[in-house]
């Protein structure tokens, strides 16, 4: 993730995210479907992660937007169904949160890009309650692990599994040289107090 720059750590010009949190890292996911070797790997890993910590599930299910392409390949994989849920139900149409065909009663994995807070993940997983379905959990590619989306999911009772997280970026990033010793003091701040880190006083 860090050779194709899907994760991109920038401590001293940090990025801005949509809910006007300073960051110095950036996470996008999408950019491994461009990478078919790596999209393979990731796809295996999802399958492994299911297979060892929840088992065979009737359906899988994507959150939009980010979680969609992955939960297809690991669909595909399984020979199961597939569908996808939406943050809200659409204004139009049919009206629906989550596309594809459900029936109450069955299990459901949700597959994730990354969490962060973990608020959006588990409005999915909310839907998918509310639909009848039993969510066996959650797996994702990273995860900041932030104390706020342990609790979130905690209280939610959903387990979640991820392929890696922030810690293990940072330090494979340090083994690779791609960030230096002296940047690790801000990304552990910013990581301890990322609603209040300013990269001026870190």
Not at 41 to 67: H, M, S, Y
Not at 131 to 151: E, H, P, Q, R, W
Request: glycine share 6%; proline share 5%.
């Amino acid at each position: 993730m860090l050779q194709i720059k899907s994760i991109s750590l920038r401590p001293d010009n940090p990025f801005e995210w949509a809910s006007g949190w300073k960051s110095p890292i950036y996470c996008d996911n999408r950019k491994t479907l461009s990478y078919p070797r790596i999209r393979t790997f990731i796809r295996q890993e999802i399958v492994k992660a299911i297979d060892e910590n929840f088992g065979r599930p009737d359906l899988i299910a994507g959150v939009a937007t980010g979680g969609i392409a992955q939960a297809a390949l690991v669909a595909q994989e399984f020979g199961l169904p597939l569908i996808y849920v939406r943050p809200s139900a659409k204004a139009h149409g049919t009206q629906s949160q989550i596309e594809g065909v459900v029936e109450s009663g069955q299990s459901v994995i949700v597959i994730e890009d990354l969490v962060s807070t973990g608020n959006s993940s588990l409005v999915a997983v909310d839907a998918l309650r509310a639909a009848g379905c039993t969510v066996k959990g959650m797996v994702a590619i990273f995860s900041y692990n932030f104390d706020l989306a342990k609790k979130n999911f905690l209280e939610h009772k959903c387990p979640l599994v991820t392929l890696t997280d922030y810690e293990a970026v940072l330090e494979k990033a340090i083994e690779s040289n791609y960030i230096q010793e002296s940047d690790l003091e801000s990304l552990k701040e910013w990581r301890a107090n990322p609603s209040t880190w300013n990269p001026q006083t870190a």
